[in-house]
C-alpha cells in the first residue's frame, strides 16, 4: 500500500486543523466547537495518510458529529478542504476501484443530516468525486514512475561484463556441441577410409579418403561461415521512445481533446435547466458567446496554457462588469472549465501558468462575492476547483518527468549491456571458429594431402603410399583430442614458445617437411607468445597444404616493442601432388587478432617461388 512521508502527514494535520478552525472562528462558532473542528479534522487528515481506511471512518465520524453540531451540510461553516484533502488521499493512497468508497462514505457523511434536494445530493457528490479522481490519477502516474525506478536500478545493478561473459559461454556451447558433431563426423569418414586403404591400396579407396576429405572441407567452411556471420550491433537510438502515429493513438488524443468540450457543453445546457429553471432563466445569446470563449481557450490550452486562463478570467470579468452573467446559471460549466485549465497549467509548470491559475480564481471568487452574500463554503469550494487540478498537475507531471528519467537511464543501461552482449557474443563465435580452424581445417587438409601422397606413390611407392595412410589416419586420431579442448572456454596455462615450436617441427617432419626456427626473442608476454604461435601454425599449416616437401624457416623477433613474426616457405617439391584449397578463412582469422592488438598481417609469393606470412603487432 501506497504510504506519504511522515512531513506530509505533518503538513496535512497542519492545513486542515488550521482551515478547518478558521472556518469555525469565521462563523462565529463556540471555542469548543473550533477545538473540535482543529482537532478533528486535523487529526484525521494526518491519519488517512498514515491508516487511509482508518483515517476515512475517523473523517466521516467527525464530518458526522459536526452536524449533529450545527456544522453540517446546510451550514455555511462546512469545513470543505480539509475533507477535499482526505478525499485526495483516499485516491492516491489506496487502489481503485476499492478507494471510491473512501468518497462516497465522506459524502454521505455530510448528507446524512440533510438536505436532500437532488441538486445538493448531485453537487456533493461530484465534488467529492473529483478530487477522488485526481488522486488515483497521480496514483497511476506514481506507480508507473516507481516502476520504472525500480527497472533502472535493477539494471543499475547488472554488470555488463558479468552478463557479457556468460553470454560468451553460452554462446560457445551453443554451438560447440553441434560444431564439433559435424566436424567428428567428417574426420571419422576419414579415418575410417584411410585405414580400409593402407592395407589394400586400392584406387578407389584412396579416393573415397580423398571424397571424405573435401566433404569434410566443404562442410567445414559452411560452418565456419555461419559462426563469423555475426549481427551488427544495434543501432543505440532502437530503444527510443518514438511518437505513436496510428490510428488507435490518433483517436485517443481527439478523445482526450474532445471529453473537456463535451463536458462543459453539457453543463452549459442541461444542469441549469434541471436546477434553476427552464430557458426563459438564461441569457442565452450572452452565455452563448462566453461558452463559445471558454471552449476556444480549452482548444489552445495545451499550447498556450496561460493565455488560455487569462482568455477565460477575461470572460468572468466581461460578464461581471456587463451584469448579464448570473452565478448560479453560470458556476458549473464554469467550475469545469476551470478544472480542465488549472490542470493543464499544472502540467506546464510554469509561472506565467501559475499567475493565470491565480488570475481566474482571484476573479472568480470577486464575482461570487460581489453578486452573492458572502459565503466561505463557496470560497472553498473555488479554491477547490481551481487550486486542486492545478498542484495534481504539478504532482501528475513531475512523476511523468521523473518516470521518463529513469527509463531513459534503463533504456541507456539496457543498451550498454545488449552492447556488450553483442560483442562478447561476436567474439565467442569468431573465437570459436578461429579455434575450430586452426584444430580442423590444418588437420583435414593434412589428411587430404596425405592421400594425394599415397595416390600418387600408389605404383612406384607402396610403402611410401602406406606410410602417407598412416600419417593421415594418425593426425586424424590426434585431431579428435585437439577438437575436445576447443569446447573450453578455460584460459591456458603459460606456454613454452620454444617448446610449441619444437613439437610443431616435430609434426612437420612426419610430413616430409623440414622446418628450421632461426630467430626466437624470449621476452613476450603470454598474449603475444599466444598470438605468435598463432601465427606460425597457420603459416607452417598453409605451407604442408599449398607447398609440400618444402623448407620452411620461422623467425620471432622484436621491432621497437613491437613482435615481428616471419614464416618463408619454398615451393613444392612432391610433384604432382594436388594442393588442397582449405576454407579461405584461416589468414582471415588471423588478420582479425593481428589487428585487435595494432598490428597488421601481410602474406604473398617470394621471389624464389615460395610463399611469405609476415605478421607485425604490439
Not at 463557496?378 to 498542484?391: A, Q
Not at 531513459?408 to 545488449?418: C, F, G, S, V
Not at 599415397?454 to 583430442?481: C, F, H, I, K, Q
Request: hydrophobic share 50%.
Amino acid at each position: 500500500m501506497t504510504t506519504m512521508p511522515p512531513r506530509i502527514s505533518l503538513w496535512f494535520a497542519l492545513v486542515a486543523g488550521v482551515v478547518a478552525g478558521a472556518t469555525a472562528v469565521t462563523e462565529g462558532r463556540s471555542w469548543w466547537l473550533v477545538a473540535l473542528a482543529v482537532v478533528g479534522f486535523g487529526g484525521a487528515s494526518g491519519l488517512i495518510t498514515r491508516r487511509p481506511w482508518i483515517g476515512v471512518a475517523f473523517m466521516a465520524a467527525v464530518v458526522l458529529g459536526l452536524s449533529v453540531l450545527g456544522m453540517g451540510a446546510d451550514s455555511s461553516a462546512v469545513p470543505l478542504i480539509p475533507v477535499i484533502l482526505g478525499v485526495v488521499s483516499a485516491g492516491y493512497l489506496l487502489p481503485a476501484p476499492v478507494s471510491v468508497l473512501g468518497p462516497l462514505a465522506l459524502a454521505a457523511a455530510s448528507l446524512a443530516l440533510g438536505p436532500w434536494e437532488p441538486g445538493t445530493v448531485i453537487f456533493a457528490f461530484v465534488l467529492f468525486l473529483l478530487p477522488w479522481g485526481f488522486g488515483t490519477v497521480v496514483r497511476s502516474r506514481d506507480l508507473r514512475r516507481r516502476s520504472a525506478e525500480n527497472e533502472a536500478l535493477r539494471l543499475a545493478l547488472v554488470d555488463p561484463a558479468t552478463r557479457a561473459a556468460s553470454a560468451a559461454v553460452l554462446e560457445r556451447e551453443r554451438y560447440a556441441a553441434s560444431a564439433l558433431a559435424v566436424v567428428d563426423a567428417a574426420v571419422e569418414r576419414m579415418n575410417l577410409a584411410a585405414t580400409s586403404a593402407r592395407e589394400s591400396l586400392d584406387p578407389s579407396a584412396i579416393e573415397t579418403v580423398r571424397q571424405a576429405g573435401t566433404e569434410a572441407t566443404r562442410s567445414l567452411r559452411e560452418l565456419l561461415l555461419v559462426l563469423r556471420d555475426v549481427p551488427g550491433e544495434d543501432d543505440p537510438e532502437a530503444g527510443a521512445p518514438v511518437a505513436d502515429s496510428s490510428g488507435a493513438a490518433r483517436v485517443r488524443r481527439v478523445l482526450l481533446a474532445a471529453i473537456p468540450i463535451v463536458v462543459v457543453a453539457v453543463l452549459w445546457w442541461f444542469p441549469a435547466r434541471l436546477l434553476f429553471g427552464g430557458p426563459q432563466a438564461m441569457n442565452a445569446p450572452v452565455d452563448l458567446a462566453a461558452l463559445i470563449v471558454v471552449i476556444g481557450a480549452l482548444l489552445g490550452r495545451s499550447r498556450w496554457p496561460a493565455r488560455a486562463l487569462f482568455v477565460t478570467a477575461g470572460v468572468v470579468v466581461v460578464g461581471a462588469l456587463s451584469g448579464q452573467f448570473d452565478p448560479q446559471l453560470n458556476v458549473e460549466w464554469l467550475a469545469a472549465a476551470t478544472m480542465f485549465l488549472a490542470w493543464t497549467a499544472g502540467t506546464a509548470g510554469t509561472r506565467v501558468a501559475l499567475g493565470g491559475v491565480l488570475t481566474l480564481l482571484s476573479v472568480t471568487i470577486t464575482w461570487r462575492v460581489v453578486s452573492e452574500d458572502w459565503h466561505t463554503g463557496n470560497v472553498g469550494i473555488e479554491l477547490v476547483i481551481s487550486l486542486l487540478p492545478y498542484f495534481a498537475g504539478v504532482a501528475w507531471s513531475g512523476q511523468l518527468a521523473a518516470e521518463s528519467g529513469h527509463r531513459r537511464a534503463a533504456r541507456r543501461r539496457q543498451l550498454e549491456i545488449d552492447a556488450a552482449e553483442a560483442r562478447a557474443v561476436s567474439a565467442a563465435r569468431l573465437s570459436l571458429a578461429r579455434d575450430l580452424h586452426d584444430a580442423a581445417s590444418h588437420a583435414v587438409g593434412t589428411m587430404l594431402m596425405q592421400a594425394n601422397v599415397a595416390r600418387v606413390l600408389r605404383e612406384r611407392d607402396p610403402d611410401g603410399a602406406r606410410a602417407a595412410l598412416e600419417t593421415a589416419a594418425s593426425v586424424g586420431n590426434s585431431m579428435t583430442a585437439r577438437l575436445t579442448e576447443v569446447e573450453s572456454l578455460a584460459v591456458e596455462a603459460p606456454m613454452d614458445l620454444s617448446r610449441e615450436l619444437a613439437g610443431i617441427a616435430g609434426r612437420g617432419r612426419l610430413h616430409g617437411t623440414r622446418i628450421n626456427v632461426v630467430g626466437l626473442v624470449d621476452d613476450l608476454s603470454p598474449e603475444q607468445a599466444a598470438l605468435v604461435l598463432r601465427v606460425v601454425s597457420e603459416g607452417v599449416a598453409n605451407a604442408l597444404r599449398h607447398g609440400p616437401g618444402s623448407e620452411v624457416e620461422i623467425s620471432v623477433a622484436k621491432d621497437c616493442e613491437r613482435v615481428v613474426v616471419t614464416v618463408d616457405n619454398g615451393p613444392a617439391r612432391a610433384p604432382g601432388i594436388v594442393p588442397d584449397r582449405g576454407t579461405g578463412l584461416g589468414l582471415r582469422g588471423l588478420e582479425e587478432l593481428v589487428a585487435a592488438r595494432e598490428g597488421s598481417l601481410t602474406a604473398g609469393p617470394l621471389a624464389t617461388g615460395g610463399w611469405r606470412l609476415l605478421a607485425q603487432f604490439e
